[in-house]
């Protein structure tokens, strides 16, 4: 098993007197694909903002590479190699694939645009994940399908020496044939050695794609547990129950919410 | 066009897999070639054969992106009909004449270009304009007294303001805006005498000044753009009223160089000094940028396409500057007038500077993302409002520049400066041109052509002896038949 690259000890978060995330632990392992599940309101996407650094955590510790950090803004996030891709995919339709890839990051020579530059790196970070589905990197964006768009932006995600990628939702408004893409891609991530975390409410997709799978339960971690020691039903109960057998949380006569 | 790329749901079967390359893939893509839609085939092309661009080129025509085709078709009809009807259309004096007419609404239209790619409107560009055309008359005719000129109240007023106006870009770290507003208030102050060099840099700075105001507004405060400049356009209106009077006027044709601006032209000798700079340089440019992109491997277009396109420019520009060398005075005998009217190098530089920033800096790709994706241009670390606020500063200072123009063409400013029709032209030669009113979608380019159909439509029906009221209705139709084309083609863009 990989060492863990993105941990967090005891992780609480509340909105005013909503109490959204209870003493959450939560690991990443580079080379492995997470996910993460939980009913809506579970609490999923607060801990993914927490870990993009929009929201501030109120207490609990996070751990990079074994070391204690502070993420105050998404910006410190990215420092650390923390980059999410966001359901509604943040691409401008009006500009090209390279352009995007490259929004807010342009590479200059002298004060102009470095094209060339970043149109090498848009394709090597591309041919690197085995993209072969984007006919011309200098393709507009509003004429790629949702598969290709959702391509895009997770190689968007993977240009900068990323070590963690959370996506959220990445396969929710794509047909078959596009999620089968998306999702071959989320494994590539994994076995180019970063830390990939997937939210998704499809069970196919989580049990096929992920090495572990962490359920969210009402803002608690009801169980993180290696996706080969689960079954279909029994995720469907942890996500809807909070614990399945033996597996989750306590009898809920000892739990307090 | 069965299929639609943009359609989420739905399996797809002819859609292949990423592994699915190699004979398969090539047949497709074969077959796609006669698909408008870029189908999920796995091949990263970076060249194309002629054929196969020009085929690309009118696919894309067919889906719905029209580009520059319906302003150039528009302006070829157009010339056609007026040469048949009026013999005096087609003659170099009235080539000359259109181009000197022309070029204050298409400057300004040039500037709003960067307001309309955010999607917003700066409906006070024209009286804002005005207002700097006013105090470049002023300051002439009142040798730089423009306490005098102005009158206390509006001479404390303007300077308290462009002040103000340089706090506001201090604010959003806007230097450019800073430095312009304060050297408008140090011309204001320092009542240095009449320059007309002097007074037309006045007129920018102040135009500079006014975009600082219209555009904190709008990008701090965040009231919505129409009803920012809506408010704006009537105050500048009023401003110009009390400086000037409803029915006075403000010579500026005492000063040589004020009236030469719009109304001479360069020497023979300097008109082809500006045909080689500008199509050298454009050869140059385009060619070898073309040589780079091959030499790297990157998406190239097809090398005889780049020489066509570059012979074509050349010949186009030798032909305009040769027939505007010849001798057009309606007198040749008594009078010797030639050369290139000073007026195309003006709108060369501006259009020249505004492709360039818009196209090959940061900050123009920032432009158009804002105007794309707002909300992912955010993500992406873009600062927002400090964009919103930069466009309306180029909109205005660009709007006084036409001002010198249209000021300099009629010798005079009157209390109409800039209003009625000057901003709703502007507005209409962009739209004319192909930019889209909801952001994200437009070029410098698309203000010239525009502003060309423009200037066509109303010399020509002037020269046929039509009076204002159908020459208005005549212009609104063709810019109505414009957004139509417009919408036409986004509909058809869409249901692909």
Redesign the interface.
């Known amino acids: 098993m990989s060492e863990p690259i993105l941990s967090l000890r005891g992780v609480n978060k509340s909105f005013g007197p909503v109490h959204v995330l209870h003493d959450i632990d939560f690991t990443v392992r580079a080379g492995e694909v997470t996910a993460l599940v939980g009913d809506n309101g579970a609490g999923k996407s607060t801990l993914v903002k927490c870990i993009a650094g929009i929201h501030p955590v109120d207490s609990g510790e996070i751990l990079f590479d074994g070391k204690p950090v502070h993420i105050h803004g998404?910006?410190d996030a990215a420092a650390l190699g923390i980059e999410v891709v966001?359901q509604?995919?943040?691409?401008?339709?009006?500009?090209d694939v390279v352009?995007?890839m490259f929004?807010?990051?342009?590479r200059?020579s002298g004060?102009?645009?470095d094209?060339?530059e970043m149109?090498?790196a848009a394709?090597r970070t591309?041919?690197s994940l085995?993209?072969?589905?984007?006919?011309?990197?200098?393709?507009p964006v509003?004429?790629?399908?949702?598969?290709?768009r959702q391509t895009v932006a997770i190689a968007k995600a993977v240009l900068w020496d990323s070590k963690v990628v959370l996506l959220d939702e990445p396969t929710a408004?794509?047909?078959?044939?596009?999620t089968?893409?998306v999702l071959?891609l989320v494994r590539r991530l994994a076995e180019q050695g970063l830390g990939v975390v997937l939210i998704s409410h499809n069970m196919n997709d989580v049990l096929e794609v992920s090495d572990r799978i962490a359920t969210l339960y009402l803002g608690r971690m009801a169980a993180e547990l290696p996706t080969r020691e689960l079954n279909h039903s029994q995720v469907v109960e942890l996500i809807t129950a909070g614990r399945s057998g033996d597996l989750g949380l306590a009898r809920p006569d000892v739990v307090t919410i | 066009m069965t299929e639609s790329?943009?359609?989420?749901?739905?399996?797809?079967p002819t859609?292949p897999?990423?592994a699915d390359?190699g004979p398969v893939a090539e047949a497709l893509e074969a077959h796609a070639a006669a698909d408008t839609?870029?189908t999920?085939?796995?091949?990263?092309?970076?060249s194309r054969t002629t054929y196969e661009a020009i085929g690309d080129y009118w696919n894309r025509l067919r889906g719905g992106e029209l580009g520059a085709v319906p302003a150039l078709l528009g302006l070829t009809v157009l010339v056609v009909i007026f040469a048949i009807a009026s013999g005096d259309f087609v003659s170099i004096n009235n080539l000359a004449n259109l181009l000197q007419q022309g070029a204050g609404p298409m400057i300004i239209a040039m500037g709003i270009v960067p307001v309309l790619l955010l999607g917003e409107i700066d409906l006070s560009a024209g009286t804002a304009s005005g207002v700097a055309a006013t105090l470049l008359a002023l300051h002439f005719r009142d040798h730089g007294n423009l306490l005098g000129a102005m009158g206390d109240s509006m001479f404390y007023g303007f300077v308290v303001g462009l002040v103000l106006a340089a706090l506001l870009a201090a604010l959003l770290r806007l230097w450019i805006g800073v430095v312009g507003s304060l050297g408008a208030v140090a011309v204001l102050l320092l009542g240095v005498p009449a320059n007309p060099y002097l007074e037309m840099l006045l007129a920018i700075l102040v135009g500079v000044g006014i975009g600082c105001f219209t555009g904190f507004l709008v990008a701090k405060v965040g009231i919505p753009s129409f009803v920012v400049t809506l408010g704006l356009f009537i105050a500048w209106y009023g401003v110009i009223l009390q400086l000037i009077g409803a029915a006075g006027t403000v010579s500026v044709r005492q000063s040589d160089v004020l009236f030469n601006v719009a109304n001479d032209s360069l020497s023979v000798v300097g008109s082809w000094i500006l045909f080689v700079v500008a199509c050298g340089g454009y050869a140059a440019v385009v060619g070898l940028r073309h040589a780079?992109?091959l030499r790297?491997g990157?998406?190239a277009q097809p090398t005889p396409l780049v020489l066509a396109k570059i012979v074509g420019v050349v010949v186009l520009g030798a032909v305009a500057t040769w027939l505007l060398t010849l001798n057009r005075s309606p007198n040749p005998a008594l009078t010797d007038i030639s050369g290139v009217p000073y007026v195309v190098p003006i709108v060369l530089v501006l259009f020249v500077v505004g492709t360039f920033v818009l196209d090959?800096?940061?900050y123009g790709?920032?432009i158009?993302?804002v105007?794309?994706?707002t909300?992912?241009?955010r993500?992406?670390?873009?600062n927002v409002p400090k964009i919103r606020m930069s466009v309306f500063i180029i909109c205005s200072a660009v709007a006084a520049i036409g001002a010198i123009v249209y000021t300099s063409k009629v010798g005079s400013v009157d209390g109409n400066a800039g209003n009625g029709n000057t901003l709703l032209f502007a507005v209409g030669a962009a739209v004319i041109g192909g930019t889209s009113l909801f952001g994200?979608?437009g070029r410098v380019r698309d203000a010239v052509l525009g502003g060309l159909v423009l200037a066509t439509v109303q010399n020509g029906l002037n020269l046929l002896g039509f009076q204002a009221a159908p020459v208005n209705i005549i212009t609104g139709l063709v810019l109505l038949l414009a957004a139509s084309v417009d919408a036409l083609s986004r509909r058809r863009a869409a249901a692909r």
Do not use: M
Not at chain 1, 173 to 178: E, S, Y
């Open positions: 998404p910006r966001y509604d995919l943040a691409l401008a339709d009006n500009l352009q995007n929004l807010g990051r342009e200059l004060f102009l645009l094209e060339a149109e090498l394709r591309l041919a085995s993209v072969r589905t984007v006919k011309s990197v200098r393709t509003s004429s790629l399908s949702g598969g290709q408004a794509l047909g078959v044939a596009q089968r893409q071959d | 790329p943009t359609q989420p749901a739905g399996p797809k859609e897999t990423p390359s839609a870029i999920d085939f796995g091949i990263d092309t970076t780079a992109r790297k990157l998406v090959r800096t940061r790709r920032h158009y993302a105007g794309g994706n909300e992912a241009a993500r992406a670390g873009v994200g979608k």
